[in-house]
């Protein structure tokens, strides 16, 4: 009968000892990381030789009186970092919160939307609030959506018409896509683009899945019209530089199209009208953070700015 061999277990490390070691890899040396902890440099050495002992293997190889990591420190060396890369994260959340008795806003939003909408509403806010600190997270839907369910952001600004779980929706601007158009392009003259227009033309895509790239392919589709689609991007600002650039034609959100344009980037209105929406997602939280509702204050009353913008976008001059 075979007697059942002990299973290893892991070695039980100390905070201490992997901030001892991460100040002699940091450091390279024992006298350094004894200097910068505030430790002496025979407490190091002898911590050193009881990590070595509980983990089971060699840290450092002793060269010409020189600690040189080995393979197995440099790898532990990863791990620890992590940790203390996340420690560091919790004690600046615990200075803001001892500084500031809001702490930091955290605002989730489409790119485009941190590119052409929320700077504005930004420079608002601040004239109200000029100590108040705000993280600006540009995320892609659906993980906007996402974290806002998770409560991860205090708000967030989509594109959105359906609230997520747990999360309050809000309508705060809606209006139309536009055509984008190069200084002198041959399709200048017109104040008002239809479909036809664009027949033949080069012409700048968003990129495939994107929601209005799909009602853009659709218009076109519905009137038979074909163009010459060799470019395409993610980025509407992307497209805004590729069409200044004399590449082609596109279809962009306004927002974006308003913050670009100017004499090398014209814009024009569409006869067929494509809708383009921007929501406020404020996560139903039991305190919500105390400076939300002025934040909120100020994108709306951006919004209601750019609005009006928006009406007269394209006119002629």
């Known amino acids: 009968m075979h007697r059942a061999q002990p299973q290893a277990t892991a070695p039980t490390l100390t905070h201490r000892q992997l901030a001892m070691f991460r100040a002699i890899m940091l450091h390279g040396s024992l006298s350094r990381a004894a200097e910068v902890s505030a430790s002496s440099q025979p407490t190091l050495s002898r911590e050193l030789a009881r990590l070595e002992y509980l983990l089971g293997f060699t840290l450092f190889d002793r060269v010409r009186g020189r600690l040189r990591p080995t393979v197995r420190a440099l790898a532990l060396m990863q791990e620890v970092e992590r940790s203390f890369v996340g ?7 615990a200075q803001e919160l001892r500084t500031l008795s809001a702490g930091r806003l955290h605002l989730a939003c489409l ?5 052409a909408l929320v700077p504005r509403a930004l420079l608002a806010f ?9 993280s600006v997270v540009p995320l892609e839907s659906p993980w906007l959506e996402q974290a806002l369910s998770e409560h991860r952001f205090d708000l967030g600004l989509s594109e959105t018409s359906e609230a997520p779980a747990g999360v309050a929706l809000q309508p705060l601007l809606q209006a139309n896509e536009v055509a984008l158009l190069p200084r002198g392009h041959v399709l200048a003259r017109h ?16 990129a495939v899945g994107d929601p209005y790239r799909l009602a853009i392919d659709q218009m076109f589709a519905a009137a038979n019209v074909t163009r010459i689609t060799c470019l395409e991007t993610a980025s509407a600002v992307a497209v805004c530089a590729m069409v200044r650039q004399g590449l082609g034609a596109a279809i962009v959100n306004p927002l ?13 209105r569409l006869s067929v009208p494509i809708t ?13 953070h105390p400076l939300r509702d002025a934040l909120v204050a100020a994108l709306c009353a951006t919004a209601t700015q750019m609005s009006a913008c928006l009406a007269h976008q394209g006119d002629p001059t």
């Open 126 to 134: 601040q004239q109200t609030q000029p100590e108040a600190a705000v």
């Open 111 to 115: 790119p485009a939307l941190a590119q």
């Open 276 to 288: 383009f929406q921007v929501s406020l997602l404020l996560p139903e939280v039991a305190a919500p």
């Open 87 to 93: 420690l560091d994260q919790i004690a600046a959340r």
């Open 191 to 206: 104040h008002v683009l239809a479909p036809e227009h664009f027949e033949g033309e080069r012409f700048i895509s968003l």
């Open 256 to 268: 974006t199209a308003l913050e670009l344009c100017g004499p090398d980037l014209l814009v024009r």
